[in-house]
């Protein structure tokens, strides 16, 4: 089956420019979810997505992060303006629905560094 | 605070030598994950264990979920050049639907 599908996978923006970010889950993956991932760290979720409700954005920084996921498949995450600690990788990942206690399947991530 | 701290933090190894990554609560988890991760790679999950006390082996990977359902060991056999990377946990809490990650370590094998 085809992965978790994420681009760009590489983005240099100047700080308070805006950027987004694409993901498209595994098809039938109900869960979405978005991390983000400071160079050597675990990744720290901003927002969980079941089908195209929120079910967990406590985490996502409102003020400049903002996401969606309409008609519950595609998704973007945008962050406007950008500041210089935003620079991190950001992950997609999917779950079938009621069986994210057996994992994730993790997209390879978009790395952004703002300048 | 993170839920999950991971140790060692770093870990650099020659080829051929044992190893043992430790992922530690002081919380209860239904169930746990350990990932593996490349550079420039998402996380790839390498296994799950639900069952306290459960051991599962991956080939050189045993993996052991603490009785109290706590605290995780990844065990390496052996390790070669191929296991560098960033080792996860990750777990999710009886109530909730949230998915910790822990710190990570970053192993590194030396030819």
């Known amino acids: 089956e085809a992965g978790v599908a994420q681009s760009p996978r590489y983005k240099i923006i100047e700080k308070r420019q805006s950027v987004a970010f694409w993901c498209n889950p595994i098809s039938g993956h109900a869960t979405l979810y978005w991390y983000q991932q400071i160079l050597g760290q675990g990744p720290k979720l901003l927002i969980q997505?079941?089908?195209?409700?929120?079910?967990?954005d406590s985490q996502l920084p409102k003020d400049r992060f903002s996401a969606e996921r309409l008609k519950g498949v595609d998704s973007t995450l945008k962050i406007q303006p950008a500041k210089l600690e935003d620079s991190a990788v950001y992950l997609c990942?999917?779950?079938?629905?009621?069986?994210?206690?057996?994992?994730?399947?993790f997209g390879s991530g978009t790395r952004l560094t703002v300048v | 605070t993170q839920l999950l701290e991971q140790s060692p933090q770093f870990l650099s190894i020659q080829e051929g030598e044992n190893l043992t990554v430790y992922c530690n609560s002081s919380s209860v988890f239904s169930s746990l994950q350990w990932y593996r991760q490349e550079p420039g790679e998402g996380p790839v999950l390498l296994v799950t264990?639900?069952?306290?006390?459960e051991v599962k082996k991956l080939k050189r990977l045993t993996f052991q979920f603490g009785d109290a359902r706590k605290d995780s060991s990844l065990h390496i056999t052996a390790a070669q050049t191929g296991d560098t990377g960033l080792y996860l946990c990750?777990?999710?809490?009886?109530?909730?639907?949230?998915?910790?990650f822990g710190t990570g370590t970053s192993l590194t094998v030396i030819p």
């Open positions: 990942a999917s779950s079938l629905e009621g069986q994210m206690g057996w994992g994730y399947t």
């Open positions: 264990v639900v069952t306290g006390g």
């Open positions: 990750a777990g999710i809490r009886p109530t909730g639907n949230q998915f910790y």
């Open positions: 997505f079941q089908n195209n409700g929120v079910v967990d």
